[in-house]
């Protein structure tokens, strides 16, 4: 008699999680999966490091890695953002992405240039101020940069055809490997911080070679399992962006799938025929929101991890503080690596539904998203202030420096952070690149301030996160605000991806042109 209320039980369980699943955007479970395992390799690498690394090696390796979720996130990742909205855009209309492909890896190179260059010329002094001298350290910084410039391409192309199953996959191989190579390094008792950083560098590459065959299947034949081999019409093109943006918001599956067998009449399954010839991608619809995003990601990249390069710069010899910091700020951005789950996702089905001119579906996307985050970041952060004091010292073998009061500030600015970020990227899909670089620029303004007040230096890094932080949030959601009750619905429609510039198709009759379903 006991087995029906557990099996009753289970059930409850099993429906609550489904409908947890249909109130985030499609796609969030397959990349949320890989994105655990990446966090989850986040953690043993810093931990595997921490305890085989003396302290004053260990903090050049802490320098390290936050360079490159700081810096190296902050420049590429907004090359994935636009890849995925602009391959989106392109799915829906039934236009070909290869083109998106191209411009995007040879835009991503072209900055991997542009940064590493002038590092190597400086390597002596940026090795001095930053590394203790080790101009190894230099050399893996520019690699790691390397490996991101290529993995975010592919996953744009991932993300904006659907492929989020192998989106995840490559998030997922790249941490097993990297559990796999920090623990042979643990268990060998290596003291050269140059292969513990080689951990930032190798797995990404390895997984991204790995999944290539699928990157090159999405820039040949568009969304998966489905080609449009004719021209669309009009009224068939608006029909399938609203059918992909109602889809998107629902969470079915087969939202993608709909513009081809909607709209181009002769689409197939299988993916055996190419998409219709693409029409080049000009460099301006690329660079032309890029200019705006990739200052507003490092910003928000610099808001998040300027704490521990605050303490490396304003008292340098600290080292014990900047280890312990670090695993704190590790352990308090945990809801951040569930977080990055829903970013592909959302972006994708957010440009979906403004391509289709669906503010209805804009906006419960949106909405559900936010509280989702809002929970998540709350959730988290009650966690970390209970169990963060006693469990740094033990997970990460750190010094015992840091108390609740810290983790709190570290939890509330990770929280407000999070919120921003939603609403950077809704911002970012109406066509508000401009606006969200400026929100982001007050709130890292906001950072300095406090940064660099008469505290002590604790609470001014701690503090100046949480202050930046929900500064920005508060401005970005005036201007979400803003954009979807204010603006006309002719906004959203010039958004929508429906010009030459975004995916070379010219409606010349307006009667063409996609209409909102609102």
Known sequence: MAEAPAGAAGGRARRLGRRALAVLPPGTALVGAGTAVLGLASYIQLAAAGRTLPSDRMAGVSVLWTLVFSVGLGLFFPIEQEMTR??????????????????GLATSLGLLAAVCVPVA????????????GNLSLVGALCAAFGALSVAYVTRGMLAGTGRFRVYGTQLALDGALRVVFSVLLAAAGTHSPLLFAAVLTVPTLLSVAATLPWVLRAARYGAEGVSAVKPVAGADVAAAAAGVAAGAVAGGATGAASVGETAGGAARTGGAT????????????LWSGL???????????????????SVKLLAPDDTAFIT????AVVLARVPLFVFGSLQASLLRGLSEAVAAGDRAAYRQLLLRTAAFTGLLGGTGGVVAVALGPWLVPRLFGSPDLLGWTDFAWLSAGTL?????????????????????????AVGTAALLAVTFSPLPIRDRVEIA??????ITAILLSIRVTYAIRMQPMRHFDRQAGWTDAIQGTNFRDPAERPQSVE
Do not use: K
């Not at 799915?91 to 411009?103: H, M, S």
């Not at 010329?121 to 203790?132: C, I, M, Q």
């Not at 190419?274 to 619809?285: F, K, Q, T, V």
């Open 86 to 103: 602009l391959v989106a855009a392109r799915v829906v209309a039934g236009e070909g992405t290869g083109p998106v492909l191209r411009r």
């Open 121 to 132: 010329v400086l390597a002596h002094p940026v090795a001095n101020r930053l590394f203790d």
């Open 274 to 285: 190419a998409l219709r010839s693409s029409p080049p991608l000009p460099w301006r619809a």
């Open 291 to 309: 200019l705006a995003l990739i200052p507003s990601t490092l910003l928000a990249q610099l808001l998040v991890n300027i704490s521990v390069i």
């Open 324 to 327: 312990a910091l670090l695993s």
């Open 416 to 440: 407000c952070y999070m919120l921003a970020s939603v609403l950077g990227q809704a911002l970012q899909t109406t066509g508000g690149h401009g606006r969200q670089l400026v929100s982001w």
């Open 465 to 470: 996160y949480a202050v930046g932080a929900a």
